[in-house]
């Protein structure tokens, strides 16, 4: 049910911006800006994350069974941007950014703020995205926020008055 008022209510919806990123053991590597993340237990540590099923990285993270979720930090605007289209590895880089190899295998970006890896436990497989359910194994900080951590990353509304996911 698409309708202006569905529309205008969904986008309502605050987000924040991160970099999903996930590698095979050939090599083959993705990395996408994803908005619809939440955490879903504490105990364990659970993250829930919607991706759009014709992606790359949505075949990659079911085949690995691994992802990362990069923060982006709020000067980060220009990466954000840059990861909105599909982006390629070269070397020890992906869309120009820096990473490394994380424990899980999942590439994790050096000048993000923090990051998560996660193991897939599940998906849930309706509409043109699934929702990947993942237990936090490994989790890093590399700059300390200062105040509340939510308010040292990178939101949509960031970006500007006109970009909006959603609805």
Not at 26 to 32: D, F, K, L, Q
Not at 63 to 91: I, Y
Not at 113 to 128: M, N, Q, R, S
Not at 143 to 153: L, M, T
């Amino acid at each position: 049910m698409a309708t202006p008022e569905s529309k205008t209510a969904l986008r309502m919806i605050p987000y924040a911006l991160y970099l999903l990123t996930a590698e095979d053991e050939e090599g083959n590597c993705a990395a996408a800006a994803v908005t619809w993340v939440t955490q879903a237990s504490f105990q364990p540590p659970l993250l829930a994350v919607g991706v759009k099923k014709d992606s790359a990285g949505h075949e990659l993270i079911k085949k690995t069974g691994h992802f990362a979720l990069n923060m982006l930090g709020k000067e980060q605007k220009n990466v954000a941007f840059s990861f909105f289209k599909p982006v390629q590895k070269e070397g020890d880089t992906i869309g120009g950014e820096k990473y490394h190899s994380g424990q899980t295998g999942a590439p994790v970006f050096d000048s993000v703020p923090a990051f998560v890896e996660c193991k897939l436990i599940d998906t849930l497989e309706h509409g043109d995205h699934s929702v990947f359910l993942g237990e936090v194994v490994h989790a890093g900080v590399n700059q300390q926020p200062e105040g509340r951590p939510d308010e040292a990353i990178l939101w949509l509304k960031d970006l500007g008055d006109k970009l909006f996911y959603g609805g």
